[in-house]
């Protein structure tokens, strides 16, 4: 069976038992409640602006912008609603309903992918600009599970527009001082006990079939799939990576993608069937 038979056979299997700041818009056109006659100098809040009927401008996070020039942040977190839609994302992703998840703030962009302008080279490397408009904010959890009882948990960004799980990680747990003797449950292995590469293969796979709105790209026969040995030739790599990229889709004439130019799906799978890293840009190049 060949790859892209095997995505269509999980995302098949799957259906049957189964940022960004956008543009600015304004939440009705009609005047603040308080009319003209508003006290504009008593605002002093995020909170009060909006009640006042003044612009909430979509960005990260949203913003409230009174006549007189001044801007007021949302320091607020998100509403449960969205968390628990973003979980629910999460524990789909991963085939695990009952993961335990710790939210930790969020980002304007993913930690692993930014749209940059105005890049510039130079001896250290290179300086840009962020543009708003192309910012990409996702929520970032934690699973509170130690993974295998290592010192590491896996962490989960998700985007705020679209609730895709756009990148997975290994990172260490926040709020707790994993590096310090005694706080590590223990020494477990990602790589051992050792899968056969068709096994760990299987593995990725049924992890993009798990989200085939984000993943039907890699089934268009102009996409190549590119595999990635950690050791090339060796019969158990510690780490498998499978690879997609859509160079048929860019970013408009004076962006950068920071580091790919085209969408990509990628995932790594350790020589134990461990998810080690998985990204997927597809939904960050559309404005």
């Given amino acids: 069976m060949t790859n892209k038979a095997k995505i269509t056979t999980v995302i098949a ?167 310090t003797p005694g706080n590590c449950p223990g020494n477990g292995s990602l790589e051992t006990p050792l899968k056969t590469k068709a096994e760990i293969e299987q593995i990725a796979f049924a992890y993009f079939g798990r989200d085939p709105e984000h993943t039907k790209f890699m089934l268009r026969s102009d996409i190549q799939l590119q595999y990635i040995s950690s050791k090339p030739g060796a019969a158990n790599p510690a780490a498998n990576e499978w690879q997609w990229e859509d160079k048929n889709v860019s970013l408009p004439d004076g962006l950068t993608g920071d580091p790919w130019q085209h969408p990509i799906a990628r995932i790594i799978i350790s020589s134990g069937g461990k998810l080690i890293y998985y990204l997927n840009t597809t939904d960050l190049f559309q404005n």
Avoid at 110 to 134: C, H, I, M, R, Y
Avoid at 151 to 166: G, L
Wanted: overall charge negative; glycine content about 8%.
């Fill in 13 to 179: 299997l799957v259906a049957v038992f189964g940022a960004g700041f956008g543009v600015y818009y304004l939440l009705g056109n009609k005047a603040p409640r308080g009319g003209t006659n508003a006290d504009v100098a008593s605002i002093t809040t995020f909170e009060q602006c909006s009640e006042a009927g003044y612009p909430i401008v979509k960005h990260y996070p949203d913003q409230c912008k009174t006549p007189d020039g001044r801007i007021f942040v949302n320091d607020n977190p998100p509403s449960q609603i969205e968390l628990v839609k973003a979980e629910q994302t999460i524990r789909t992703f991963m085939g695990e309903p009952n993961l335990e998840l710790q939210y930790t703030g969020q980002n304007n962009h993913p930690s692993n992918f930014a749209v940059l302008s105005n890049v510039k080279q130079n001896d250290g490397g290179f300086t840009a600009d962020n543009p708003e408009e192309w910012d990409r904010p996702v929520y970032i959890f934690q699973q509170t599970d130690y993974i295998n009882d290592r010192c590491e948990v896996y962490q989960y960004q998700v985007t705020q527009k679209t609730n895709q799980v756009v990148e997975i990680g290994i990172v260490y747990p926040i709020e707790r001082n994993a590096t």
